[in-house]
């Protein structure tokens, strides 16, 4: 069950260069369309907690709308001091026009 995709947005409700906030298991997760690429990362700055729904994305970089931290839509990996601490980052697989996101525990996401 955990190790399951689950789809939560079509490929038409989200442009490039926007970000999307689904409910999945409980967390809330921030899917973005990066240049047609889509990720996904929790929807949760690890500085402060605010939501990241909404901040721009640039380079694959999200900047958090609260301190303007920016984090890689990729790696989850942060800039600056207030970035120390990576974004959890969730496998993402588009099937036909369906977004799949699939979560991973945060020891699973490190191996
Ligand atoms: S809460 Fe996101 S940068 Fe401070």
Known sequence: MENAFHQVISVEELAPGQSKAVEL????????????????????????????????????MISCPLHGVMFDLRTGCGRGPLGKVPLRTFAVQVIGDQVHVRLTEPAEAQA
Do not use: P, Y
């Not at 990066?34 to 909404?54: D, I, M, P, W, Y």
């Open 25 to 60: 298991e409980g967390l809330s997760v921030l899917v973005c369309n990066v240049k047609g690429e889509f990720l996904a990362v929790e929807n949760r700055c690890t500085h402060q907690a605010s939501e990241l729904e909404g901040g721009r994305i640039r380079n694959g």
